[in-house]
């Protein structure tokens, strides 16, 4: 592997500054058109983003007096009615295997060679989300999709390359709470969510649909439609921006909060468009109830071990899940 010179400098692009080490290697990531893509997200969208994180603080400050969640009166239409989501691509019609790992190039090269049928490549939870982590991460899919990924071990000198046949690709990005401290726009830190997307939607979208694939997202932390909502905006206009045919995006929606769960129905409605299926997000969906719920004695939890999938509130959310993507086809 090549080791590129550091320099530390800032450079401004359409209102967006980028503060932080820069490398040889992430010049193309970080380019002019790519830095401009990402402002034009901040500026339509961050508003809305901090909107919507101010909303979730009064919900748990709700929940703190007593209210308890409960399936909305003003949706109820939507929960009733008969409709479906698009059909997903022939590459995400069989997920019967999927994994998960961050996003360092090791990785990622023995999970797409690993025989599962997904692989989620993973800017969240399982990635330090350290400004060399993120960007070397771009650099690694970026490499991955055009199958030129490779990655020499420095101590055995073993080598690893993609075999023919390779899982299919999602990206997760960082959730709607979080921020991305080295790219300030108008001096504030803009949405780590539309950081790790962009980025990767900028330089991978024209190349994954010439390979008869897409660019696939799994969406993590939700905690209403009207986030799904900001969501499905975001997609209209990066298609529309990137000459992009509509659609040509595909999700998937982690259910890890207990908010989300009574707003399935209306999250795929939101992403209709867009969604290509829900997942159980487990041990965050217990650490949302207990945030949700921890202040009174009734919810209190047993010890971590005795929480598993067979007990009454996990089992209710899971099977609710399925049904309704059942539902919606």
């Known amino acids: 592997m090549r080791h590129d010179s550091v320099s530390t400098h800032t450079r401004t692009d359409e209102a967006l500054r980028i503060n932080a080490e820069r490398s040889d290697s992430s010049q193309d990531i970080l380019s002019k058109d790519a830095l401009q893509f990402l402002a034009l997200l901040e500026q339509n969208f961050g508003s809305r983003r901090k909107l919507l994180l101010q909303k979730r603080a009064l919900r748990r400050q709700e929940m703190n007096r007593g209210l308890r969640p409960d399936f909305l009166e003003a949706t109820s239409q939507i929960r009733e009615s008969d409709w479906h989501v ?82 299919t690709l999602c990206v997760r990005p960082r959730g709607w709470h979080l921020n991305e401290g080295h790219a300030l726009a108008s001096g504030s830190p803009m949405s780590a969510s539309l950081f790790d997307f962009g980025l990767f939607l900028f330089h991978n ?4 649909t010439s390979r008869g694939t897409g660019p696939y997202f799994y969406l993590p932390k939700l905690e209403s439609h009207l986030e799904a909502r900001l969501w499905r905006d975001v997609f209209r206009f990066s298609e529309g921006h990137l000459g992009l045919k509509s659609g040509t995006i595909r999700v998937t929606v982690l259910i890890e909060t207990l908010l989300a769960a009574f707003e399935m129905d209306e999250i795929l409605y939101e992403l209709k468009d867009y969604i290509t299926g829900l997942n159980c997000g487990r041990w965050d969906y217990i650490f949302s109830y207990i945030k949700c719920l921890g202040s009174d004695a009734k919810y209190t939890l047993p010890d971590r071990s005795l929480v598993s999938m067979d007990q009454h509130f996990l089992q209710s959310y899971s099977r609710l899940l399925i049904e309704t993507c059942h539902r919606r086809g």
């Open 205 to 208: 979208a024209h190349e994954l």
């Open 86 to 167: 698009a059909p997903p691509p022939a590459d995400l019609v069989d997920r019967r295997v999927e994994i998960t790992g961050p996003v360092d190039r090791k990785m990622i090269i023995n999970a797409l060679n690993s025989g599962a049928n997904v692989f989620m490549a993973d800017f969240e939870d399982s990635n330090a989300p350290t400004w060399s982590n993120c960007i070397n991460g771009q650099i690694n899919l970026r490499d991955a999709v055009r199958k030129t990924i490779d990655y020499r071990n420095p101590k055995t000198g073993k080598e690893y390359r993609l075999g023919k046949d390779t899982a």
